[in-house]
């Protein structure tokens, strides 16, 4: 029996490859790239450890090639998606009941298989699958989610160690329980470091989970999968089924079992998802913990006092990496009037210089949207504002599905800061600037928070000290999270926990202890030893 009492060490950020000119890194991604491209996987349901083939299928095809079919995937009728359910449950006791630092080991060795054996094959299904380019692939998975299971194990010895204050003849104990049932996963296409965080989050804490992956994000996930098993995952624990989400949705949220939602997407989703959680309460043991990170409207804000280069770098980085499907790219700016010739000629330049492609050329800083849904959706915004008399096209602007669905890094001026641009999210390579006049800085930043219904993230420019102490006081609720002279993007595990309120979710920070808490039923335990043997109080004498 193993009696020691283990605190992990803080694991430090996984280091990032750069895949310069000239490395083995570079070398080793393009050989597993090259791999990938001539594989055609077959992409089972996996339930309680087994593969499962319904025959009911669809293809995964390459955003910036779309003819080029990555893998066909079975999807999870009613019936799979009961027996995910079950499969978790079934799972429940064991896993709950192991020991904190045992379920940590699966976590660690996981994160190392992705940092060695796994890396480049991982990088390489998410280039080819999500359109990502080497940097934006590596900063996501293998990075961030490495560090999302290094640093779970880190943040659960902290919080399994907060134990309540004890008096004399009284000992107080905390038990951070699982969750009694399982939780849902809902992830999303744009991370895939989110994608695992969701399951194994919940399953550091010991909770079971049935996972339902974006349609456009199946092949990186499905690698996860694999990986997870090989570290030693045990079967039925995260539960894999891709489906259409209605049919999904319908059988977990009737499910008496379901205890909790961890989800990353769109407001919209959430909201319908969290309207149904209340329709089914009678139905549940307990109620659902929800945990979600929706949309963003993020802003750029420049006072006066600002370097405009350092503005305009932020504009290009923040709003156009990884095509502007990020929940916390940059889409609405406010430039003072003053710095806004110079900031235009800076973006303008960069632009220039922008190649945009196939992820095989990492010479192309700009790669596909995620499907065709998502370009017509976006180019819909762009026509928009090219026939809107009050905004104006000033950089890009086009796009063509044709081979992949390519749309250029576009930027909109406009004259009305509740403009449809400035207020809706479009999640895609679009940024929307409203030039104000230098005096009006204050009233602007009070436009700036009413603007959006979003909180997620924003940034403030400036060198004055006192603009940007106005900055905090008026833009207190605008974003989780807030940046002073960088990019609203690029949140990185243990040193920004990342979430925002309003209409961008339940802040509940993930990659940190808040988020993991929230996978806890705990139960307080009070053991006397010498209890008393009358009813009676001092305060029932007279003399």
């Known amino acids: 029996m193993n009696n020691s009492i283990y605190r992990f060490p803080n694991p430090g950020n996984e280091p990032v490859k750069t895949y310069a000119p000239g490395t083995s890194d570079k070398a080793a991604l393009k050989k597993a790239l090259l791999q990938l491209s ?7 349901l996996v339930i309680g450890g087994q593969e499962i083939r319904t025959g009911q299928t669809d293809k995964v095809v390459m955003p910036h090639d779309h003819r080029h079919v990555l893998a066909t995937y079975h999807k999870a009728g009613e019936k799979e998606v009961q027996m995910a359910i079950d499969a978790a449950m079934k799972a429940h006791r064991d896993w709950s009941s192991l020991p904190w630092e045992e379920r940590a080991m699966v976590m660690l060795r996981a994160a190392e298989l992705f940092a060695t054996k796994y890396r480049y094959l991982l990088n390489a299904a998410v280039m080819l699958g999500q ?14 989610l490495i560090d999302f299971l290094r640093y779970s194990a880190f943040y659960a010895g902290q919080i ?48 079971v989970a049935v996972w339902k992956p974006s349609t456009t994000a199946i092949y990186s996930n499905y690698l996860l999968m694999k990986v ?33 939602f961890h989800f990353t997407g769109s407001t919209s ?72 010739k110079e900031i235009k000629e800076r973006v303008g330049e960069m632009l220039k210089e922008i190649k945009m492609g196939d992820v095989q050329d990492f010479t192309n800083f700009i790669n596909a949207v995620i499907d065709e849904a998502s370009f017509d959706n976006i180019m819909g915004y762009i026509n928009y504002a090219r026939e809107a008399s009050d905004a104006e096209i000033l950089f890009g602007g086009r ?35 409203y030039v104000y006049d230098d005096e009006k800085y204050e009233e602007t930043l009070d436009v700036c928070d009413r603007t959006s219904p979003y909180g997620l993230t924003g940034s403030i420019f400036a060198c004055d000290r006192y603009a940007i102490e ?9 974003a989780g999270n807030f940046y002073v002279n960088d990019k609203p993007t690029g949140a990185v595990i243990a040193q920004q926990p990342f979430g925002g309120s309003r209409a961008s979710g339940t802040n509940d920070k993930a990659g940190g202890p808040l988020n993991l808490i929230r996978w806890t039923n705990p139960r307080c335990i009070k053991e006397t030893f010498v209890p008393p043997v009358h009813y009676g109080y001092p305060f029932l004498n007279e003399k």
């Open 38 to 44: 001539a594989e055609e996987w077959d992409i089972p």
């Open 131 to 144: 359109s990502k380019n080497p940097f934006q692939a590596e900063i996501d998975a293998p990075c961030e």
């Open 160 to 207: 399994y160690a907060d134990q309540p204050y004890s008096e004399k003849g009284i000992i107080n104990r905390l038990e951070y329980r699982a969750l009694e049932g399982f939780v849902f996963s809902l992830t999303p296409f744009n991370f895939t470091s989110i994608a695992s965080n969701l399951n194994m989050a919940p399953a550091m804490m010991g909770n």
């Open 228 to 260: 997870f098993k090989e570290a030693g995952l045990p079967d039925g624990v995260v539960n894999f089924i891709p489906g259409q989400g209605s049919t999904v949705g319908r059988v977990i949220l009737s499910s008496p079992d379901f205890a909790g």
């Open 269 to 340: 989703t959430f909201n319908t998802l969290w309207c149904q959680m209340g329709e089914n309460l009678k139905k549940y043991k307990s109620y659902p913990k929800v945990v979600g990170e929706t949309g963003g409207k993020n802003f750029i804000f420049a006072h006066p006092s600002a370097p405009a280069g350092d503005v305009a770098a932020a504009i290009v980085r923040g709003a156009f990496e990884y095509q502007g499907q990020k929940c916390s790219a940059g889409s609405r700016a406010y430039l003072p009037k003053s710095l806004w």
């Open 399 to 433: 796009g063509d599905k044709s081979t992949g669905y390519f749309i250029e890094p576009t930027v909109i001026q406009t004259t009305n800061p509740t403009f449809k641009t400035m207020t809706e999210e479009i999640f895609g390579p679009v940024i929307t600037i």
């Open 470 to 478: 106005t900055a905090f006081r008026k833009l207190r609720y605008a």
